[in-house]
């Protein structure tokens, strides 16, 4: 992987009534790219965590959060991606609405687009990218 830019992808999770959820968005003109977590590529000189926070304040609005650890990256998920991908565990500090609707700002190709956010349980059930996601299996 040597050699690509950097692409992190946040995770964000929470407890709700003793169910496990994560933080899902969809985009609203664009209902056929599919569920998503915040992602996006690292600027040059920036780092990972540097990277994920300044992704998660761009695309969700979000501030007040703990990175609790990075998840392993099943080496055949995405191989084919032009992109290192790292994802991350991320945990909220602070109350969030269960639902919201942000505007992306930033510099980014998704500057201006509106993602719809929400909460989702976290199980075989829920598909990110129209596919199946391993990454979930290490958040049950």
Known sequence: ???RRQR???YVTRERDGVRELLVFD???YPDAGTQVPAGRLDP???LEEGLRRELHEEAGLEHLTVLRELDWPDEFLADSEYEQHAFEVRLDAPTADH???V???NGDDAG???LYGWEPVGPALVLWGRGDPLLEQLA
Do not use: C, K, Q
């Open 113 to 115: 687009l509106v993602f």
């Open 45 to 47: 000189g920036e780092s």
């Open 27 to 29: 985009h609203r003109d």
């Open 104 to 106: 992306v700002h930033g």
């Open 1 to 3: 992987m040597a050699g």
């Open 8 to 10: 992190v992808l946040a």
């Open 100 to 102: 919201w609707e942000h």
